[in-house]
């Protein structure tokens, strides 16, 4: 079980690899004008807002391995139209891919904690697996762009492979888990909305400051690419920044069996919001693509010890039929972060001309997240004998 989740997260890790770090290069290589790169991520923000929870409900009642086959097979044509090379074609698949990428991590993340019993050190040992294929992808892409013939088509066309591939992947095991009846439906009732309120209305505070902290970490995704290309850095520079702070990602995972029963996952989730401050002011700053890259280290163990302990507590406050729908409203948050950043980002671009200021300014939201969500941080469903767990 644990090798098919590993493979699983190799290849939703591969598949981001390959294109996240390229896209809004690839948007304004086609004429984009870089003042619309943040307005252009902020629609997608809320197309990923609105699928995200749509997904999980989905998921909850038709099967989570069903669904996201369904999701890598409506994402691979998605991501070829990255591959187009003209703006218009370009970002109606930028916002495509939005759609149907928001599938991919809730999906996945709900299917891998209810095969592992909910514990976070079992998924933070498979969760190597999608930083594992990020690095990789995002590597072989960039080298890809910079030294072969397929050039600027090799994000789009890589990603749509890989998602066909992914999709083979998990269909294999559709059978015997239609036959076998485990992990199909888990028989979620009521409205998509109706769930998607209940969740934040439990969790209004952890929520708001998982935003800010999500809007730290996800700009370097919207903004890293064009800070390369800012400072005179190519497709190959791109890629190794983006794998650069992925990198530390894997032995960050690792250590999590032994980091959280010591620290604590509230204690570990304001560490890592103040990582990520400091990678973000760091790359911001830098006078160049190698110190860019070198900053970006940081960035690795920080999203790595935010994300498992945030994950990890909404997730234990849910029901059992409800944990796709609480993994999709972790990844809306997310959402909710980019959408935070690309907002601010058109007014502080105007102003100032560079995306440096973008980076500064979110990176500084990380502390103050924390300490928000720390004040609404969910407490852990009653067990069946009635303990807190």
Do not use: K
């Not at 943040?38 to 909850?60: E, F, K, N, R």
């Not at 698949?93 to 991590?105: Q, R």
């Not at 990176?363 to 941080?377: D, E, K, Q, S």
């Amino acid at each position: 079980m644990i090798l098919r989740l590993l493979v699983l997260f190799l290849l939703r890790g591969s598949i981001y690899g390959a294109i996240v770090p390229f896209a809004a290069v690839l948007l304004i290589q086609a004429g984009l004008p870089l003042a619309l790169v943040g307005p252009l991520a902020a629609a997608a923000a809320v197309i990923t807002l609105v699928s995200a929870p749509t997904w999980g409900q989905l998921g909850d009642r038709q099967g989570r391995r069903r669904m996201l086959v369904v999701a890598f097979l409506v994402g691979a044509p998605a991501a070829a139209g990255h591959a187009a090379g003209v703006l218009v074609p370009l970002v109606v698949a930028y916002l495509a891919w939005a759609a149907a990428s928001a599938a991919f991590i809730p999906l996945a993340d709900s299917l891998a904690l209810a095969r592992l019993g909910g514990s976070r050190s079992r998924y933070s040992r498979v969760r190597v697996g999608a930083s594992t294929g990020f690095i990789i992808a995002a590597l072989v892409v960039g080298a890809a762009i910079s030294f072969t013939a397929a050039g600027w088509m090799a994000p789009g066309i890589s990603a749509a492979v890989l998602c066909v591939g992914a999709a083979a992947v998990v269909a294999a095991r559709l059978g015997n888990e239609l036959r076998s009846g485990s992990g199909v439906a888990a028989g979620a009732g009521g409205s998509l909305f109706g769930s998607v309120r209940a969740g934040v209305a439990r969790h209004p505070g952890f929520l708001v400051g998982l935003i800010l902290v999500f809007a730290a970490a996800n700009a370097p995704s919207i903004f890293t690419g064009p800070r390369v290309a800012e400072l005179g850095g190519s497709g190959w520079e791109i890629g190794l920044a983006t794998a650069a702070g992925t990198l530390v990602e894997v032995p960050a995972f690792l250590v999590l069996p032994w980091l959280l029963p010591l620290v604590g996952g509230r204690r570990l989730f304001v560490v890592a919001a103040m990582l990520l401050a400091v990678s973000g002011v760091l790359a911001a700053i830098a006078p160049t693509p190698a110190m860019l890259i070198a900053a970006r280290l940081l960035f690795g163990a920080g999203y790595a010890w935010m994300v498992i302990p945030s994950l990890g507590a909404i997730s234990g406050a849910a029901p059992p039929d409800g944990q796709a729908g609480a993994a999709a409203l972790h990844f809306a948050s997310s959402a909710a972060g980019s959408l935070v950043v690309a907002l601010l980002g058109l007014p502080v671009l105007g102003l100032t001309g560079s995306v440096s200021a973008i980076l500064i300014v979110a990176a500084l939201a990380a502390p103050v997240g924390a300490g928000v969500a720390l004040r609404g941080w969910p407490a852990a469903r009653a067990t069946r004998a009635g303990t807190a767990g």
